[in-house]
């Protein structure tokens, strides 16, 4: 990259901070920054900042940018977690597109510690929920004759246990209890 462009990007960036535009403006060039610009974006960390209440390039790339898996795996994980978890910029679909079909099983580092630090946070189930609905979507499975009927008579006794009135989300209630200790440890 010409270094007087990265000047003007440095510039513009240090000007408006808080310019949606120039956000916008400088995704649409992050991955191609990242890969060849390294220097740059590690002196320039507000690049890949995800903060709810101020725009940043990530964010923008995040919410209409293309996918770009090293990139996502660049973002600070807690705060892309903190964007899933509360379901900012399309964080959920593109983190659930880059783990299942792009073969980045490992992004968030180990699974197990991602899911469980994801689901710890306040509204744990729903937060969890974020991440598998787009995995569910991304993965469909024809059902099998009969499979509703099971499925609705292994759901009955979790149902009664966590009270969840049938809303469904008892399963991620269950599954991502922080209190109790996670599914996912058993």
């Known amino acids: ?27 649409v060039q992050l991955p191609v920054l990242h890969r060849r610009a390294t220097a740059f974006t590690a002196a320039h960390p507000e690049l890949y900042a995800l903060d709810p209440h101020r725009p940043s390039p990530a964010a923008a790339w995040l919410h209409r940018g293309r996918s770009d898996p090293l990139l996502l795996a660049a973002l600070d994980r807690g705060q892309l977690l903190a964007a899933v978890r509360e379901n900012l910029y399309g964080a959920a679909t593109r983190v659930a597109f880059a783990l299942l079909l792009a073969g980045h099983h490992d992004l968030l580092g180990d699974p197990v510690d991602a899911w469980r630090e994801l689901a710890a946070g306040s509204g744990g189930a729903a937060a969890a929920s974020y991440l598998i609905m787009p995995l569910a979507l991304l993965n469909p499975r024809r059902p099998r004759p009969g499979a509703a009927a099971r499925g609705r008579a292994a759901r009955a006794p979790r149902t009664s246990r966590a009270g969840g009135g049938g809303t469904g989300t008892h399963l991620f209630q269950t599954a991502f209890d922080a209190s109790s200790g996670s599914a996912l440890a058993k």
Request: hydrophobic share 55%; charged share 20%; glycine share 4%.
């Open 1 to 27: 990259m010409p270094s007087d462009v990265l000047h003007l990007v440095a510039d513009v960036l240090a000007a408006r901070p808080d310019d949606e535009a120039v956000a916008g403006a400088i995704s």
